[in-house]
T-cell receptor, first 116, second 115 residues
Framework: GAVVSQHPSWVICKSGTSVKIECRSL??????MFWYRQFPKQSLMLMAT?????????EQGVEKDKFLINHASLTLSTLTVTSAHPEDSSFYIC????????????FGPGTRLTVT | LAKTTQPISMDSYEGQEVNITCSHN???????ITWYQQFPSQGPRFIIQ???TKVTNEVASLFIPADRKSSTLSLPRVSLSDTAVYYC????????????????FGKGTKLSVIP
């Protein structure tokens, strides 16, 4: 149980275009989902926290107008990278937390974004 | 959020027991300690979680001393497939109603298992 999927697993896009990444909790309802970014050989950096039905909370330094997060249901959150640039190329990982007081958090397999 | 410190890298031969220690001097009373494993180009995978003393599951053991200022992840008889980055995280759910439980990832420990 506790499986989180991401789609697509990898994507290549041209500079200036937008890309949407989906994160789904397959067998549980996730009240909270998190989005991370990981550059090569570096640790995961939390970008934003999203709670179902409310606006996402962005970490300092993350542009909310560039990284649009929508958490429309208890099983789906989307991250849209708008007007992508080569420096946005990275590994994007989502995670989902089942229940408000759960200590557990389950991660998706990640999405490799390459902007040319 | 409590900051964690781990060794940057470790090497071990196959079949040996590996202990990775994490320091978290400013751990809060409600904080739990969680370890994740990450292979290249994959999301982190939960290994084990504990609050105090010792926790054991089918893949690892977690030792936490009484002062909880450190913890040790123990991997018994490692194999080549255990080569990965291991992250120690400390945190607690927010009881304010938002339910956020932010995980702050440190640099992790890159474990290399040698045949």
């Amino acid at each position: 149980g506790a499986v989180v999927s991401q789609h697509p697993s990898w994507v290549i896009c041209k500079s200036g275009t937008s890309v949407k990444i989906e994160c789904r909790s397959l067998d549980f309802q996730a009240t909270t989902m998190f989005w991370y970014r990981q550059f090569p050989k570096q640790s995961l950096m939390l970008m934003a926290t999203s709670n179902e039905g409310s606006k996402a909370t962005y970490e300092q330094g993350v542009e909310k107008d560039k990284f649009l997060i929508n958490h429309a249901s208890l099983t789906l959150s989307t991250l849209t990278v708008t007007s992508a640039h080569p420096e946005d190329s990275s590994f994007y990982i989502c995670s989902a937390k089942p229940g408000t007081y759960s200590y557990e958090q389950y991660f998706g397999p990640g999405t490799r974004l390459t902007v040319t | 959020l409590a900051k964690t410190t781990q060794p940057i890298s470790m090497d071990s031969y196959e079949g040996q027991e590996v202990n990775i220690t994490c320091s978290h001097n400013n751990i809060a009373t409600n904080d739990y300690i969680t370890w994740y494993q990450q292979f290249p180009s994959q999301g982190p995978r939960f290994i084990i979680q504990g609050y105090k003393t010792k926790v054991t599951n089918e893949v690892a053991s977690l030792f936490i001393p009484a002062d909880r200022k450190s913890s040790t992840l123990s991997l018994p008889r490692v194999s080549l497939s255990d080569t990965a980055v291991y992250y120690c995280l400390v945190g607690t759910p927010s009881y304010s109603g938002a339910g956020s439980y932010q995980l702050t990832f440190g640099k992790g420990t890159k474990l290399s298992v040698i045949p």
